[in-house]
T-cell receptor, first 115, second 111 residues
Framework: GAVVSQHPSRVICKSGTSVKIECRSL??????MFWYRQFPKKSLMLMAT?????????EQGVEKDKFLINHASLTLSTLTVTSAHPEDSSFYIC???????????FGSGTRLTVV | DQQVKQNSPSLSVQEGRISILNCDYT??????FLWYKKYPAEGPTFLIS?????DKNEDGRFTVFLNKSAKHLSLHIVPSQPGDSAVYFC??????????FGQGTRLTINP
């Protein structure tokens, strides 16, 4: 089946630094990938839709200059949290659409802790 | 505006009994509905889905029911097993548009 690999699974960084999270589709091509954020005991909040070869589409309230998304190839999308602050600490998850309906496959997530 | 709602934040069920998780939606244009299972610090895992043209889909111990007139869907797990303890999210989408998730329901299966 379709697999989405997300890396790293866990990262701790200092305030003010930037962190890059990678999301790869391993056995299929993904023209569209999605980045979610989950706060403790909350639902998954869609942050942005990553489009291969074009600019990402950000959801309302998400700072595009803070959460940089690059989708340079059909198998890789990256999310860079720039100038990270403790309030950016969260669980970030990517997903890719392999087709209609059940075709959304999720990565294993990245736990970001900013100290 | 919460288009997909799971009004029960938690549910506790005895092992071997039936677990019923509920989900309501407001957008009548949704044409596909999905259920995901999630463990802490992991990404969601797809469980089962249903198209809006159907009212039932079954896969092993999991059955999803869709009531379009009530804009309601439910996930039945029978018999419930301890390994089913997790957070369950329902989600919906229209065409190739983004998935919209409910708030999740934490299911605990008691031995």
């Amino acid at each position: 089946g379709a697999v989405v690999s997300q890396h790293p699974s866990r990262v701790i960084c200092k305030s003010g630094t930037s962190v890059k999270i990678e999301c790869r589709s391993l056995d299929f091509q993904a023209t569209t990938m999605f980045w979610y954020r989950q706060f403790p005991k909350k639902s998954l909040m869609l942050m942005a839709t990553s489009n291969e070869g074009s600019k990402a589409t950000y959801e309302q309230g998400v700072e595009k200059d803070k959460f940089l998304i690059n989708h340079a190839s059909l198998t890789l999308s990256t999310l860079t949290v720039t100038s990270a602050h403790p309030e950016d600490s969260s669980f970030y998850i990517c997903s890719a659409n392999t087709g209609v309906g059940y075709g959304y496959t999720f990565g294993s997530g990245t736990r970001l802790t900013v100290v | 505006d919460q288009q997909v709602k799971q009004n029960s934040p938690s549910l506790s069920v005895q092992e071997g009994r039936i677990s019923i998780l509920n989900c309501d939606y407001t957008n009548s244009m949704f044409d596909y509905f999905l259920w995901y299972k999630k463990y802490p610090a992991e990404g969601p895992t797809f469980l089962i889905s249903i198209s809006s043209i159907k009212d039932k889909n079954e896969d092993g111990r999991f059955t999803v029911f869709l009531n379009k007139s009530a804009k309601h869907l439910s996930l039945h797990i029978v018999p419930s097993q301890p390994g089913d303890s997790a957070v369950y999210f329902c989600a919906a989408h229209q065409g190739a548009q983004k998935l919209v998730f409910g708030q999740g329901t934490r299911l605990t299966i008691n031995p």
